[in-house]
């Protein structure tokens, strides 16, 4: 049996994000599913933390047959990094994704390593000013990206119809997950690949670098942040190419 390829979706978004790549890799015979976490997408619950986000992986993987490959974008990078110790998980997928590592947060995983990268002897990959930019606003303890700042980091290769459709689905995000640490690491025990969006203005390309020097191997993707909806092509096909390797 081959692996089921299961997406979860970073801050703000949804399963809704990954609906221009299931049908591709469908269409190529590659069972697939996308993850609303709760309180996100379709989810009419509460929001939950980063550990509740991670149950939720885990149980929606105990009522899969067979092996999984489990990809996880943006701060879904920080779910799977806990939900990925799941027995069914046969390789971890980083698309543009915080990877923090033990005691490690998002924010200070992005912190460290972007100080990492700032030391690095190499010439840093050249990202757009906006991109030092908070694309969000604070409500309480939420926050919701901004119009402005979705444009410009998240949807930066998006044409308009995209970008307007993906604007009237984002939805709050708790800002206390980004500060919450994995009570696992999986990429520590599970074969990991790092998929680099090397048009990203989001989770800048030097930061991915270093994340990516954690894993099992790197691919780079010529796509912004939002390369499902972007280039969905482009992510179904390194999916497919994953789950065929497995066989």
């Known amino acids: 049996m081959a692996a089921t390829v299961v997406m ?19 269409g190529a015979g590659v069972d697939a599913v996308a993850i609303d976490l709760p309180g996100h997408g379709d989810d009419a619950g509460d929001l939950t933390d980063l550990h509740g986000d991670a149950q939720r992986v885990a149980a929606v993987l105990d009522g899969l047959d067979g092996e999984v490959v489990l990809l996880g ?21 980083y698309l543009a994704a915080l990877l923090p590592d033990e005691g490690q947060s998002c924010m200070t995983a992005a912190g460290e390593a972007m100080a990492k990268a700032s030391a690095s002897s190499e010439p840093p990959t050249d990202t757009s000013a906006d991109a030092s930019k908070v694309p969000f606003a604070i409500e309480g303890e939420l926050s919701r990206l901004t119009e402005e700042g979705a444009r410009a980091q998240f949807m930066n290769d998006c044409d ?11 939805g709050p995000q708790p800002m206390s997950n980004l500060a919450q640490v994995p009570n696992e690491i ?10 680099v969006c090397t048009l990203d203005l989001a989770v800048p390309v030097p930061m991915q670098r270093v994340f990516a020097s954690n894993c099992t191997r790197t691919v780079d993707l010529n796509a912004g942040h939002s390369v499902f909806a972007s280039r969905p092509d482009v992510l179904a096909d390194l999916l497919i190419q994953h789950v065929r390797a497995l066989v």
Not at 10 to 23: I, K, M
Not at 160 to 170: K, V, Y
């Open 8 to 26: 979860v979706h970073g801050a703000w978004h949804g399963a809704w994000c990954f609906d221009r790549v299931l049908p591709l890799l469908h």
């Open 186 to 195: 999986s990429w520590r025990s599970k074969p990991s690949t790092y998929a």
């Open 160 to 170: 308009e119809d995209t970008t307007r459709w993906m604007l009237s689905r984002l």
């Open 73 to 93: 974008h943006s701060y879904g990078g920080a779910v799977i990094t806990e939900a990925g110790s799941h027995p069914s998980v046969r390789e971890l997928i």
